[in-house]
Nanobody, 129 residues
Framework: QLQLVESGGGLVQPGGSLRLSCAAS??????????IGWFRQAPGKEREGISC????????NYADSMKDRFTISRDNAKNTVYLQMNSLKPEDTAIYYC????????????????????WGQGTQVTVSS
């Protein structure tokens, strides 16, 4: 059973940066077959897709509202995907989740939460002065 563990969240001032990590273990396919996505959920709001990255080709997909500040990347040798977040704003406060799915046959990675099968437990990001 694929397991995902997020880390790197915390309290940061507006304008600051954080890098989140999503480490995978227990996968049954080669890790680079998996498409990984980052999502977030603020209190009282639905979970929204931030970005995703495919396995072997590393193609990416971003939500328009975050593509100028957030960058997704992956290190297949470390079974880890990262989300670099810059110029953080108070409205970025949320629990951030990573998720995975078998990416074989996909042309573009999806950003819709129901498209993913495996989820981490989330990491809290709080942007406040």
């Amino acid at each position: 059973q694929l397991q995902l563990v997020e880390s790197g969240g915390g309290l940061v001032q507006p304008g600051g940066s954080l890098r989140l990590s999503c480490a995978a273990s227990g996968f049954t396919l080669d890790y680079d077959y998996y498409t990984i996505g980052w999502f977030r959920q603020a209190p009282g709001k639905e979970r929204e897709g931030i970005s995703c990255i495919s396995g072997r080709h590393g193609s990416t997909n971003y939500a328009d509202s975050m593509k100028d500040r957030f960058t997704i990347s992956r290190d297949n040798a470390k079974n880890t995907v990262y989300l670099q977040m810059n110029s953080l704003k108070p409205e970025d406060t949320a629990i951030y989740y990573c998720a995975a799915r078998d990416g074989r046959g996909l042309f573009n990675c999806p950003r819709m939460p129901p498209s993913y099968d495996y989820w981490g437990q989330g990491t809290q990001v709080t942007v406040s002065s």
